[in-house]
């Protein structure tokens, strides 16, 4: 179990969702079949932008890929590995994932060094050893630097105190600060007000290019998911109807992905 | 004199008791209602033990891996079976009553001439003559002491930081790539080994077990641990131990006035219940600050 969770880190692992079937309650009127067939390969380094309205079955693709939500059929393989069934938390040992909600990215009872002191241990036995290494303060304050957030001089100050955007700054240092496969984004700037929102799209955007690292980012905001990563995907109905990536992306505008966004929406009777 | 060596006495012992409770009331923030077993497990295990003739000491970590064992099954009732919280205590709860009673042998059992960690060779020959008034408080004190400081010296390991992180926000937990539900479990465990030593404790001081101590346990707990960290509030990590068994022993002084004051001895839990309501109601706004006693 160990060996595949900790194969020796690339920086950059191929992903694909191979006949995946998602039936939510399954037998009852409610009936929803999100998923039937859906596959999708992500290439090593590629950063995804994925869009989509509400019940696209986006935020349930980045759950079945972290293995929140278990899958009716199909496979998922991380770098030619099925790990479709294993165990959430074991598949997240490879995987970095920033919520929504700055709240769950980090700790609000614990200060900033006790936070980072846990994430930096992802991977490694939580066992009986010190649980926070002050010899690390000062590599940490280093990383928390560039956020030009003040950070640095909050070591000791309770997460719980801080804005939603260095909470979530905090929170996106954290899922990298250890080598992940992965990094699952979702709708991390929707919960912070447009300039801030603007501060963390930049630090993603940085800390992908410098992990190169696989990234999948779930967003609303159109003009985001067309300005950053290098492809994207539009959602609807569980199926990913509109794929641009390479030369083709670049050449997308935001128009463009509003123009079909909005017939989709009107189909629906959105 | 009696009265102020009893109410530490009394108040240190739950002190060890609401210490396992601020793990499960605070940290985890599960309403563990195991409590109300495990503290009668421990005296069970420990009159079992003492009457066998085994060495009083041993009965320490005896009750201590018995209360971890009722605690982990607790959590693998909540985590495995999947059933809420409040009612995974509850069953445990229940399951202990019998088990306590098998244990012990009986409902009530008296260990009065009987070697106990108070009355042994060696504590009778460093508290000689009138010093001997002091040494059950003496004893209490370095074992509430010792299971401060290695509850203390837990919480900053890296397992300590990681049952810090599952009761703030579990999800985290998942991320860093560890079972939450394994997490929870150890600390269950832990907390009720805390809880089944006071229970230990308690035996040997009343030099007998009583089914019915379990009673109310986790009420005294929770009002010890909510007094503790409300009186002192900007306390950091380490001394807030120290706050919970400070917390316990100011409760049990407020216990031991009210029967001062006249109040009926079978009114015992009544007042537990009443002094707890107002503990809580008093502390409440208090409460809404993050983190709680943590911060």
Known sequence: ?270 | MALILSVLEQGMIYGILALGVYITYKILDFPDLTVDGSFPFGAALTVRLITMGLPPVVTLPAAFLGGALAGACTGLIHVKLKVRDLLSGIIMMTALYTINLWVAGAGYVAIFNQDTIFENGVVNGVFPGAAGRVKTAAVIFLITLLSKLLLDWYMSTKSGLLLRAVGDNDTIVTSLGVDKGLVKIVGLSIANGLVSLGGCIYAQQQRSFEISIGTGAVVIGLASVIMGTSLFRKVTAPRVTSSVVIGSVLYKGCVALAMFAGIDANAIKLITAVLFLIILVISMDRRKNPGGGLT
Request: proline content about 2%; glycine content about 10%.
């Open chain 1, 1 to 270: 179990m160990r060996k595949s969770s900790f194969s020796m880190w690339k920086g950059m692992t191929m992903l694909e969702l191979k006949g995946i079937w998602k039936n939510y309650n399954p037998g009852s009127v409610n009936e929803l079949c999100l998923f039937q067939d859906f596959n999708l390969t992500v290439r090593d380094g590629e950063f995804v932008s994925v869009v989509g309205s509400n019940g696209s079955g986006k935020t349930s693709l980045l759950n079945i890929i972290c293995g929140s939500i278990e899958i009716d059929r199909g496979q998922i393989l991380a770098d030619g590995t099925d790990i479709g069934r294993q165990k959430d938390f074991l598949r997240q040992r490879r995987i970095g994932r920033v919520y929504q909600d700055p709240s769950k990215g980090t700790c609000s009872g614990m200060t900033i060094l006790e936070n980072m002191s846990l994430a930096d241990n992802k991977g490694k036995p939580y066992n009986l050893g010190r649980g926070v290494n002050k010899a690390k303060a000062g590599r940490y304050r280093e990383m928390l630097r560039p956020l030009n957030l003040g950070l640095e001089d909050k070591m000791n100050v309770s997460v719980g105190s801080l804005s939603g955007g260095q909470r979530q700054a905090l929170a996106l240092l954290m899922a990298t600060m250890t080598p992940v496969d992965f990094l699952i984004l979702d709708e991390h700037t929707a919960a912070l007000d447009p300039r801030t929102a603007e501060t963390i799209m930049g630090l993603t955007d940085r800390i992908v290019g410098e992990k190169r690292v696989t990234t999948i980012m779930v967003t609303h905001n159109l003009r985001y998911a067309v300005e950053y990563g290098n492809r994207l995907i539009m959602m609807h109905e569980g199926k990913a109807i509109l794929d641009k990536s390479g030369e083709e992306k670049a050449r997308v505008n935001a128009e463009e992905i509003m123009g079909i966004f909005n017939r989709i929406s009107v189909e629906c009777g959105n």
